[in-house]
Antibody, heavy 124, light 107 residues
Framework: EVQLVQSGAEVKKPGDSLKISCRASGYSVSHYWVAWVRQMPGKGLEWMGIIYLHDSDTRYSPSFQGQVTISADPSVTTAYLQWSSLKPSDSAIYYC?????????????????WGQGTPVTVSS | DIQMTQSPPSLSASVGDRVTITCQASQDINTYLNWYQQKPGTPPKLLIYDASALETGVPSRFSGRGSGTNFTFTITSLQPEDIATYHCQQFHNLSYIFGQGTKVEIK
């Protein structure tokens, strides 16, 4: 069974650092990327970036480039999302998702399995 | 960057009604368009990929169509368990953009 298990809820103060995790199991990580998605309170979904667990190849959304760091440890099939200095506006639920990619033709890509979400609250 | 415009932001319909949501891309995205369902307090769930392909296990009352810049998502007969927010998503060169979401409620 494909599973993406995320680390638990976090409560932090502005300026704190934070690293949350997403452990993948039940499939071959060499065949899939992992995405991170932000959902601010009462808002829609925002794609942050993706990482290939096998070799840590990473692509960022322009909106999040330089704001967060996405990394991976293939030995434990885990992806990470990291902040060096949190702001109150980083308060959100963060989801990881498995990314199916088929270069085809035709090309196909979608997020076919999701983690349970990690709520992050940043408040003084 | 490609922009996605999803409408309406919310809708209210009766059980058994036909519900349609649209998503418009700012440029041609072929059929690189997916639809997700998100129930309150849960992660999104893939329903439709490649504009019209039904994900395994998803009821046939859900469907999608379109190509290029205009896409539609339809629930042919709304059920109480379909109360959720629906999101479109486009992809291009390992870059992904979501629409603003449509909240579906029962009248």
């Amino acid at each position: 069974e494909v599973q993406l298990v995320q680390s638990g809820a976090e409560v932090k103060k502005p300026g704190d650092s934070l690293k949350i995790s997403c452990r993948a199991s039940g499939y071959s990580v060499s065949h899939y990327w992992v995405a991170w998605v932000r959902q601010m309170p009462g808002k829609g979904l925002e794609w942050m970036g993706i990482i290939y667990l096998h070799d840590s190849d990473t692509r960022y959304s322009p909106s999040f480039q330089g704001q967060v760091t996405i990394s991976a440890d293939p030995s434990v099939t885990t992806a990470y999302l990291q902040w060096s200095s949190l702001k109150p506006s980083d308060s959100a639920i963060y989801y990881c998702a498995r990314v199916y990619v088929d270069v085809g033709p035709p090309i196909s890509s979608h997020f076919d399995s999701w983690g349970q979400g990690t709520p992050v609250t940043v408040s003084s | 960057d490609i922009q996605m415009t999803q409408s309406p932001p919310s809708l209210s319909a009766s059980v058994g009604d036909r519900v349609t949501i649209t998503c418009q891309a700012s440029q041609d995205i072929n059929t690189y368009l997916n639809w997700y369902q998100q129930k309150p307090g849960t992660p999104p769930k893939l329903l439709i990929y490649d504009a019209s392909a039904l994900e395994t296990g998803v009821p046939s009352r859900f469907s999608g169509r379109g190509s290029g810049t205009n896409f539609t998502f339809t629930i042919t007969s709304l059920q109480p368990e379909d109360i959720a927010t629906y999101h479109c998503q486009q992809f291009h060169n390992l870059s992904y953009i979501f629409g603003q979401g449509t909240k579906v409620e029962i009248k």
